[in-house]
């Protein structure tokens, strides 16, 4: 069982930048494929950006491309969103998962392939 705690969500004004962390319990980090995803108000969750296990390869959505990036410290069991140039349409809870998998260079970006979510953190930004 891995658990999952999310932190640095506030509010910011378009323009600005935020860092999220998620901080995940257990010994068995490095084997866990990281994936950031995101849920507005009156939508769906959606994919934002996901880092294998081994830290090696990245794949983020088209709407935060060049915005975005993620990034992991294995020695940490910590994972990173760093957010730029942010726009109110980022708004949303920011949620982080993990899945334990066999290939460490692989990304995974569909929601249903993840097995542990966090409670999620709240990012507003003002325009």
């Known amino acids: 069982q891995v658990q999952l705690e999310e932190s640095g969500g506030g509010l910011v004004q378009a323009g600005g930048s935020l860092r999220l962390s998620c901080a995940a319990s257990g010994r068995t980090f490095s084997t866990y494929a990281m994936g950031w995803f995101r849920q507005a108000p009156g939508k769906e969750r959606e994919f934002v950006s996901a880092?294998?296990?081994?830290?090696?390869?990245?794949h983020y959505a088209d709407s935060v491309k060049g915005r975005f990036t993620i990034s992991r410290d294995n020695a940490k069991n910590t994972v990173y969103l760093l957010m730029n140039s942010l726009k109110p349409e980022d708004t949303a809870v920011y949620y982080c998962a993990a899945r334990g998998i066999n290939l460490h260079t692989i990304v995974v970006v569909n929601a249903d392939e993840y097995y542990y979510w966090g409670q999620g953190t709240q990012v507003t930004v003002s325009s």
């Open positions: 880092i294998s296990a081994s830290g090696d390869s990245t």
